[in-house]
């Protein structure tokens, strides 16, 4: 009996110390789990920021723009007067144009009775050859051919202010089944007064 007591608590040190084995070898295994979770969390937190990064430069740039666009909605510059308009074709499906054609007019500018409307009088030489209608746009102005208006071909310009006594912008016309488009460059015209 008094050798069975040994024996027993030889036997019961060696199941324990299995089982210490064991739970050693879990602890180590959860801490490794802990460790790649941790890592892990790190990575998304990584990914976070950098997202949180690109939104914040993107609500910026939309926030610079929007106060430079509306500068030009809310300010108006004063564009009233004649302009020298160079059009260059640089798209077409119409027969009758060719890309590279070059168009040289004057254009006319003065605000209607509505402070938003403006009306450009287009002419070749001294012929009156088309009359816009357009508003300030947040970009710009917004031109349309008043005699294209319900017509099955239109004629549109949007123009982009640049300067002081410089714009650009395009000029598209319209037609049934094909479409010709054009590059403008306006410069103001010095009128010696």
Same mark, same amino acid.
């Given at each position: ?23 050693? *070898? ?11 979770? *941790? *890592? ?65 007019? *004057? ?33 710009? /102005? ?16 949007? /123009? ?34």
């Amino acid at each position: 009996m008094k050798l069975l007591l040994p024996i027993f608590s030889l036997l019961l040190l060696c199941c324990t110390s299995c089982g210490l084995n064991e739970q050693q *070898q879990l602890l180590k295994q959860k801490e490794a789990e802990m460790h790649q979770k *941790q *890592q892990e969390l790190l990575l998304w937190e990584q990914r976070l920021l950098e997202k949180e990064k690109l939104l914040d430069e993107r609500e910026y740039k939309l926030d610079s723009t929007k106060k430079e666009l509306d500068s030009v909605a809310i300010h108006r510059p004063s564009i009233e007067g004649r302009w020298q308009v160079k059009m260059q074709c640089v798209e077409t499906s119409c027969d009758g144009s060719a890309i590279g054609d070059v168009k040289i007019e *004057q254009w006319e500018f003065e605000r209607s009775d509505n402070d938003n409307i403006i009306i450009v009088k287009a002419y070749t030489g001294k012929n009156l050859t088309r009359i816009y209608s357009g508003s300030y746009t947040y970009s710009g /102005l917004k031109l349309v051919d008043n005699a294209s208006a319900g017509g099955s071909t239109a004629i549109e310009a949007t /123009l982009r202010i640049l300067k002081e006594g410089k714009m650009d912008g395009l000029r598209e016309i319209i037609a049934p089944n094909c479409k010709t488009t054009y590059s403008l460059s306006l410069d103001r015209i010095k009128t010696n007064e």
